[in-house]
Structures are given as structure tokens and as C-alpha cells.
């Protein structure tokens, strides 16, 4: 079972548990393992003279060690446990990155909009798949791939204008990145809602993008 503290329910909680006591690679083999979600090494942090930067030598980086290390990435995601071990134990520091529109994709909202979207969603007695919170305050929400070819016409058919809500879908060709990655000095991506066994099948996008659309609607 993954190591990290029980789900966060809305936005009063104080502070989303960590994720604990495991390395990069043993969470990565945990990822192929136990949630058969393709895996790939990102970008690591890297201190020189005292400052952190990433080892894609940008120093102007805007996503330093939590982003593709190259540009066949995509072609070297895995979902076995035994190549993500030996692709850790080749870089222990890399970021770990999922590719999206595989086994799932990600809705991607503000923060304030997606614990307000959680606490709706637990009003509706709605179940959440793992959402993720990422240090530039985005929430990530995984569905059942497709969802990137279905949310603008949902949207569309509530009487939402996709370009007035602050949602994007992350699907073929696009990756999130998995706790306990870290965004530079920004901090570690965390779960809001972790993996555990009543969220191994996800949700369909369409049940989920009406209070995902309402939160952001409030939020702007």
C-alpha cells in the first residue's frame, strides 16, 4: 500500500499528509506495480554553489527537475515494475512522471476550485479517483482515458464556455507529474485524494465535470 496519510475531504484542511519512508524508486516501482500505470524518469534538482537548479541546465527553468529529461520520453514510459527499477537505480533522483491518455487522464483546475470540487463531489456522494495537488497550486483529477476528446462538448451541452473556466484536460501526449516529485524550491507534489482500493477503477470524466465546471465557475 502506498505510504502517505489519509485523504484530504475539503478546503479546511489544514495541510495535505506527505508522503513518507519511500524512495523515488521503490514509489515508481509502487506506481507500475500496484496501479499498472506507465512510469517515466524526469529531471532531477541538482545543487551547485549552494543553489538548486535542474539538471536540464536551465536556469531559468520553469518546472526544474519535474519535467521530461528527453524528447522520446513518451516511447520509454513503462509499466513494469522490473524496467522502472532499473531505471531509477540508473538516475535514484529523477522525477517521477505519468504519462496521461494511457491508463488515464488528468483534469487539471485551480486548487480553491478543486477542494471545493471535492467537497461537492463528497456532497454528492460522487468517489473521487487519486487527485493530485502540485506546488504551483493546480489539482490534478485522474479519469478514465478519453476524457480529453469528451470534456468540451460536456461542457458545452451544461452551458459552460471552455475558455472562461480555468480547466484543461491532460490526455495523449501530455504527463503529470507523481508525488513526492519536487518543483524546485516550490515544494513536493502531494495527494489530496491518494490511491487506495475504492478508487482503482476511475471515474468517467462525465461524472465528474459538472462539479468540476461549478468550482470553477465560483473560482474565477
Not at 554553489?49 to 536551465?58: K, Q, R, Y
Not at 497550486?137 to 458545452?156: C, N
Amino acid at each position: 500500500m502506498f505510504v502517505v496519510e489519509e485523504t484530504i475531504a475539503g478546503a479546511d484542511a489544514v495541510q495535505i499528509p506527505k508522503q513518507r519512508g519511500e524512495s523515488l524508486l521503490d514509489t515508481a516501482v509502487r506506481y507500475a506495480e500496484e496501479r499498472h500505470w506507465d512510469v517515466f524518469p524526469g529531471t532531477w534538482l541538482e545543487v551547485v554553489d549552494g543553489v538548486h537548479g535542474c539538471s536540464c541546465g536551465d536556469a531559468a527553468c520553469p518546472a526544474p527537475g519535474a519535467h521530461p529529461g528527453r524528447r522520446d520520453w513518451a516511447t520509454r514510459a513503462t509499466g513494469s515494475a522490473t524496467v522502472a527499477r532499473r531505471m531509477w537505480q540508473a538516475h535514484p533522483a529523477a522525477s517521477i512522471l505519468l504519462p496521461t491518455g494511457r491508463t488515464f487522464d488528468a483534469i487539471s483546475v485551480p486548487e480553491t476550485a478543486g477542494f471545493l470540487a471535492l467537497a461537492r463531489m463528497e456532497r454528492m456522494e460522487l468517489t473521487p479517483g487519486p487527485v493530485t495537488l502540485t506546488p504551483d497550486r493546480r489539482m490534478e483529477f485522474f479519469v478514465l482515458p478519453g476524457a480529453a476528446a469528451k470534456v468540451p462538448g460536456l461542457l458545452r451541452k451544461a452551458g459552460w464556455s471552455s475558455p472562461s473556466l480555468d480547466l484543461t484536460v491532460l490526455g495523449e501526449g501530455a504527463y503529470v507529474a507523481a508525488p513526492p516529485t519536487r518543483f524546485g524550491c516550490r515544494g513536493a507534489v502531494q495527494w489530496a485524494c491518494r490511491p487506495t482500493a475504492a478508487n482503482r477503477w476511475l471515474p468517467d470524466a462525465e461524472e465528474l465535470v459538472s462539479p468540476l465546471a461549478y468550482a470553477c465557475g465560483r473560482d474565477r
